[in-house]
C-alpha cells in the first residue's frame, strides 16, 4: 500500500470516529491527515508528510477554537433552552410574597405546584410571566 493510501486509510478512520463523537476536532485532525497524503502524493518523504500533517491539524484545530463553534459555552444548563423545554413558557402569578428580599409566588404549571422566583430588576405585579430559568424546584421569571 502507498504512503497516501495509508494516510487516507487513517483520515477515514478519524472521520468515522469523528460520527460518534459529536465534536469537530477529529475532523481538523483528519484535514491534517489528508494533508499528510497529499504531501505523500507529490512524494515528499515521510518526515515532510509529518511534518505537513501536523501543522495543518494544528492550524485547523487552532482555527476551530477560534470559531463559534469550538468555544466552550460559559453559562449553566440552568438557562438553557435547548436542554430544558420549559424556558420561554409562560406561567401566570396571582400574587406575589416576600421573602426577606425576594418576591416569591405558588403557581400551577404543568400539573403541578411550583416556586416561582422573580428575577431581580423586575416589577412584582400580578400577570403573565415567561420563564427564564430553573434552579432545581425553582421557576425564575421575568415579565413578558
Known sequence: MTDWAIWLVLA?????????????????????????AIAAWCGLVLEWQLLVAAVVGVAAVLGLRRSPYGRLRRSSANDDPNL?????QSV????????????????????????????????????SFVIREIRGSRLLVAPR
Do not use: K
Open 92 to 127: 401566570e402569578v396571582a400574587a406575589w410574597q416576600v421573602h426577606g428580599n425576594q418576591f416569591m409566588a405558588r403557581v400551577p404549571y404543568r400539573g403541578a405546584q411550583w416556586d416561582v422566583e422573580l428575577l431581580p430588576g423586575h416589577h412584582a405585579s400580578p400577570g
Open 12 to 36: 477515514g478512520g478519524l472521520l468515522g470516529a469523528e460520527l460518534f463523537t459529536g465534536t469537530f476536532y477529529l475532523l481538523m485532525i483528519a484535514l491534517g491527515m489528508a494533508a499528510g
Open 84 to 88: 430544558l423545554l420549559d424556558i420561554g
